[in-house]
């Protein structure tokens, strides 16, 4: 999915026209992932395509929160609102596989004399 085709999906999905917050929410999804994705080492030059349509989730999500940030419990008017530990729901973080490689180590030889 091109950059353009998940900024045109957010948009119809959260009804935001400003092209600039969308995209700067879309970069800090990117981040997000990466962060989840790619615990140690260097993040890739690009978003895994595997990670599409969970880019856009987030980044809907980050959008529809806004104002909302942090928010524990709100009641009103027979709406309760709960937000899950940490900035996204653990259904989204769960959807991100950290990628893992082994590290070889050098071997210290001992010498036996």
């Known amino acids: 999915m091109t950059d353009q085709e998940k900024l045109a999906l957010i948009s119809v999905m ?14 800090m999804a990117k981040q997000i992932i990466f962060e989840l994705a790619y615990p140690v080492g260097d993040f890739p030059e690009e978003m895994p395509a595997r990670y599409d349509a969970v880019h856009v ?9 806004q104002g909302a940030e942090g928010e524990i419990v709100h009641l009103e008017n027979g ?3 709960h937000w899950d530990s940490g900035s996204l729901p653990l259904e989204l973080k769960r959807r991100i596989t950290p990628f893992a490689s082994i590290v070889r180590g050098v071997s210290h030889e001992t010498d036996e004399a």
Do not use: G
Not at 15 to 20: A, G, I
Not at 57 to 65: A, D, F, G, H, P
């Open 57 to 65: 989730e987030i980044t809907v999500y980050l959008i529809n929160k």
């Open 14 to 27: 959260t009804d935001e026209d400003d092209q600039t917050v969308i995209a700067a929410y879309l970069a």
């Open 79 to 81: 709406v309760s609102r």
